[in-house]
């Protein structure tokens, strides 16, 4: 297992990291998994022999159900793993059960320290933007919870390059606490991220941990052009995302994943998590698995180093179009280009 940095901290962590949604089975997160505890430390202990050090959860997995069941499950481990959780989205229905005010991050922490049972958590995630609480207040939240000894590094998840930097200018101009790294949706399937979020974590150091890398499934090869439902899968029970697919496109990111995995004795969810662990910026994957054998599988992609053919192959099915002011950059400033710059605009030829 390689170790990358964790943006601009001296922590490391495994390139691929473990998501628990597959815990607790209620509400909304029904459809995506029943895991209980004893598969819970099933599944720790498979995590640590393979060398994964982050456990990732939430307060909103199946309404805190999956921070109780991860909090059970780490006992007598924490000291070998790193835990992240996540505020921000409804845990309740009252007006401030939900948002990034400062009342609601410090409330949550407190309930998810509890659930957890844990002092501190390592990685603390801001779940989603809100746009109406000021920055300057969220931000503060956080750095109160780190100079409390509650939480050790603080992220963000699902937000736009222009939310970030805002935070970034504030946090210096404050002095407050750096968001170290950013969670987002990256895949073959879905490349936007590398038109601002991919830069950002380069030029930054706000290190991306991708969740859905295998895009709730679309890219594990259960989904084929032949079979593009396949029962028992949580898209087939109504799960919405990704959003906005555009299945022709996808079906030939599949039909060339499938290859790819045949001629090398591998999976298609292997070769697609390999593929991402090549891109810039990234720094962990966040996996999930509702089987032991899933996750087998999955860890199984931190052996593959993909070769430049491969990489180049599978850029030919998945590249994105190239946006302005993009294209415009790429022809008229090429020779006065970043890492961060490049890390996008290497990719494409001279529109001109």
């Given at each position: ?18 998501g ?54 780490i006992?007598?481990?924490r ?16 007006p ?79 002095g ?32 991306i ?13 259960k ?59 990234v ?41 302005y ?28």
């Open positions: 297992m390689e170790y990358r940095p964790l943006g601009r901290s001296g922590l490391r962590v495994s390139t691929l990291s473990f628990t949604m597959t815990f607790g089975g209620k509400g909304f997160f029904e459809r995506i998994g029943e895991g209980g505890v004893a598969d819970a430390k099933r599944q720790f202990d498979m995590l640590i022999e393979a060398g994964v050090n982050l456990i990732d959860t939430a307060d909103v997995y199946s309404e805190g159900e999956s921070e109780k069941i991860v909090g059970e499950a006992k007598g481990k000291d070998r793993l790193l835990l992240a959780s996540k505020v921000r989205l409804p845990m309740g229905t009252g401030n059960d939900q948002g990034l005010s400062r009342f609601h991050i410090k409330r949550a922490c407190e309930a998810s320290l509890k659930r957890l049972g844990t002092d501190h958590i390592d990685l603390y995630w801001a779940h989603e933007w809100d746009g109406a609480t000021p920055l300057e207040e969220t931000l503060r939240a956080f750095d109160d919870l780190q100079q409390e000894g509650k939480i050790s590094y603080f992220g963000i998840s699902n937000w736009s390059g222009w939310h970030i930097m805002k935070a970034l200018g504030i946090s210096e101009r404050d407050l606490l750096r968001p170290v790294a950013q969670q987002i949706h990256y895949t073959l399937q879905s490349r936007e991220a590398e038109y601002e979020l991919m830069p950002i974590a380069i030029d930054q150091e706000v290190s941990f991708v969740w859905s890398p295998l895009a709730a499934g679309l890219l594990s090869g989904f084929t052009r032949d079979n593009p439902n396949p029962k028992g899968t949580r898209r087939e029970q109504g799960y919405p995302e990704p959003a906005g697919i555009d299945q022709e496109a996808l079906w030939k990111i599949v039909d060339e994943l499938i290859a790819i995995a045949g001629d090398r004795g591998a999976t298609p969810a292997q070769i697609a998590l390999a593929w991402l662990l090549t891109r810039p910026g720094t962990s994957l966040v996996i999930g698995a509702r089987t032991d054998e899933q996750l087998a599988d999955n860890l199984k992609a931190a052996e593959i180093t993909l070769t430049m053919e491969e990489v180049t192959r599978l850029e030919t099915v998945s590249r994105p179009r190239l946006l002011p993009y294209w415009h950059q790429k022809a008229s400033a090429a020779e006065r280009l970043s890492p961060a710059d490049r890390a996008l605009l290497d990719q494409f030829p001279n529109p001109y």
